[in-house]
């Protein structure tokens, strides 16, 4: 059964005021448009869960979707600060944002336990760690078997909506991703609904070929995506490099609420949807972006007779 939509009726559908909504994602296949599109839609009172996050969310917490973040690093990578979020964090401006903290590993076992259905996840890394001391969901805890070791243990983190980008998907949410993994498969398999965007939508027979690249399986995505770009001003391996020069002037535009809210007018609300967002920054842009051929070796599965 197709489960191809738009990113608009996606996002309609699928994310609601409130919710808990992971966008993950490791250095490349970050969903910006995903991002824009929650915005342009004018969620409100979301929590942000994510590994590492960066400008999309400091773009997010700037349009006023989100009351949390639960994380375990954020910053403009390479740049600095996320100013966005350090103006609601240090002076409440214009409104307070609730901050919950974890190690990166501590963020990917929130995740492991939820998918396995766990209560807790016990962590051995949270020992000369001053985290523990700031959020009071890590919790120490004496082994119940003979030699006693304590660890430190964390609850289950269970997005409403993970949102997953991916290199191809076929129909039905089949998602194949290769370079850099995060945690992309441990938070759609935590979460109560699963959006994955692609750059292209493949037939099934080209993701039965190559199937150890599949990383979320159709049968937990509610809806697929095919939004070339979508990570942009991320990258996604093979298709286009990182435009760090956006990284550059993003702290620029997000030290002035008012710079960055001319830049949400003009680039998220003042257009349709992500393929106006590509048409408007030009070929020439997207053809600076394209990576060099790096072809990966093939192997031969083999067929019974």
Same mark, same amino acid.
């Given at each position: 059964?197709?489960? *191809?939509?738009?990113?608009?009726?996606?996002?309609?559908?699928?994310?609601?005021?409130?919710?808990?909504?992971?966008?993950?994602?490791f250095?490349?296949?970050?969903?910006?448009?995903? %991002?824009?599109?929650?915005?342009r839609?004018?969620?409100?009172?979301l929590?942000?869960?994510?590994?590492?996050?960066?400008?999309?969310y400091?773009?997010?917490?700037?349009? %006023?979707?989100?009351?949390? #973040?639960?994380f375990?690093? #954020?910053?403009?990578?390479? *740049?600095?600060s996320?100013?966005?979020?350090?103006?609601?964090?240090?002076?409440?401006?214009?409104?307070?944002?609730?901050?919950?903290?974890y190690?990166?590993?501590?963020?990917?076992?929130?995740?492991?336990?939820?998918?396995?259905?766990?209560?807790?996840?016990?962590?051995?890394?949270?020992?000369?760690?001053?985290i523990p001391?700031?959020?009071?969901?890590?919790?120490?805890?004496?082994?119940?078997?003979?030699? %006693?070791?304590? *660890?430190y243990?964390v609850?289950?983190?269970r997005?409403?909506?993970?949102?997953?980008?991916?290199?191809?998907?076929?129909?039905? %949410?089949?998602?194949?991703?290769?370079?850099?993994?995060?945690?992309?498969?441990?938070?759609?398999?935590?979460a109560?609904?699963?959006?994955?965007?692609?750059?292209?939508?493949?037939?099934?027979?080209t993701?039965?070929?190559?199937?150890?690249?599949?990383?979320?399986?159709?049968?937990? *995505?509610?809806?697929?995506?095919?939004?070339?770009?979508a990570?942009?001003?991320?990258?996604?391996?093979?298709?286009?490099?990182?435009?760090?020069?956006?990284?550059?002037?993003w702290?620029?535009?997000?030290?002035?609420?008012?710079?960055?809210?001319g830049?949400?007018?003009?680039?998220?609300?003042?257009?349709?949807?992500?393929?106006?967002?590509?048409q408007?920054?030009?070929?020439?842009?997207?053809?600076?972006?394209?990576?060099?051929?790096?072809?990966?070796g093939e192997?031969?599965?083999?067929?019974?007779?």
């Amino acid at each position: 059964m197709s489960k *191809v939509t738009t990113m608009r009726d996606a996002v309609a559908e699928l994310v609601r005021d409130g919710d808990t909504v992971a966008i993950e994602g490791f250095t490349h296949l970050i969903c910006f448009a995903a %991002g824009h599109e929650i915005i342009r839609q004018r969620r409100r009172d979301l929590t942000l869960a994510r590994m590492t996050p960066d400008v999309i969310y400091d773009q997010m917490v700037g349009a %006023g979707v989100a009351r949390k #973040l639960i994380f375990s690093w #954020l910053g403009n990578p390479g *740049v600095g600060s996320l100013h966005a979020v350090r103006r609601r964090v240090e002076q409440a401006d214009p409104e307070p944002l609730e901050l919950e903290e974890y190690s990166h590993f501590g963020m990917v076992c929130r995740y492991m336990a939820a998918a396995a259905n766990l209560p807790f996840f016990p962590i051995r890394s949270y020992y000369e760690s001053d985290i523990p001391r700031v959020n009071p969901k890590i919790v120490p805890m004496r082994s119940p078997y003979e030699d %006693g070791t304590e *660890v430190y243990v964390v609850p289950p983190l269970r997005p409403d909506v993970a949102i997953v980008h991916a290199q191809r998907a076929d129909a039905e %949410g089949n998602a194949q991703i290769w370079g850099l993994l995060g945690c992309q498969k441990e938070a759609a398999f935590a979460a109560e609904r699963v959006i994955v965007v692609c750059e292209e939508l493949v037939e099934e027979a080209t993701i039965r070929k190559d199937p150890n690249r599949t990383l979320i399986p159709g049968v937990i *995505v509610d809806a697929v995506v095919e939004e070339p770009f979508a990570c942009h001003p991320s990258f996604a391996q093979g298709y286009y490099d990182r435009d760090n020069a956006f990284y550059l002037a993003w702290d620029r535009i997000a030290r002035d609420p008012e710079t960055l809210q001319g830049w949400l007018d003009e680039w998220v609300y003042g257009l349709a949807n992500h393929a106006e967002y590509v048409q408007k920054w030009g070929d020439a842009h997207w053809e600076r972006l394209r990576p060099e051929p790096a072809p990966s070796g093939e192997v031969d599965y083999g067929r019974y007779r």
